[in-house]
């Protein structure tokens, strides 16, 4: 590589300009070279769980796309009376999408207590 005397008019020229070249003075040199992103791979295989995360987030994003400006508006409440920082979307993906879940609960009397049962948990 050929020794650089003075990159950018300058004897001491550092960092990088627009992501495409890199001036870094190294042992009382000037050195330019490519710039290059520290770590990156190319090209890129994600690992399985990138993928699958990926996925379930593409489907979220999808599901939320779907939705009417109704539900859309409903979930904006819904984070803000949840105190959650971000938007009805943000709440929506954290949420894991709206979720059909059905709860089913049965009331036990045992005693002095009072039992809320379903199928994860008992409540006194």
Do not use: C
Request: proline share 3%.
């Amino acid at each position: 590589m050929p020794k650089v005397t003075g990159g950018l008019f300058s004897l001491k020229a550092t960092k990088s300009i627009k992501k495409t070249i890199t001036f870094q003075g190294k042992k009382g040199q000037n050195i330019v070279y490519k710039y290059h992103k520290p770590g990156d791979k190319n090209p890129f295989t994600p690992s399985d769980s990138q993928v699958t995360q990926r996925l379930a987030i593409k489907a979220l994003v999808e599901e939320w796309q779907a939705l009417s400006a109704g539900s859309k508006a409903d979930w904006d409440t819904l984070a803000k009376e949840a105190g959650y920082i971000g938007t009805g979307y943000h709440y929506f993906i954290h949420m894991g999408g709206a979720g059909e879940e059905v709860i089913d609960y049965m009331l036990l009397e045992t005693g002095d207590y009072i039992l809320q049962e379903n199928a994860d948990k008992i409540i006194l």
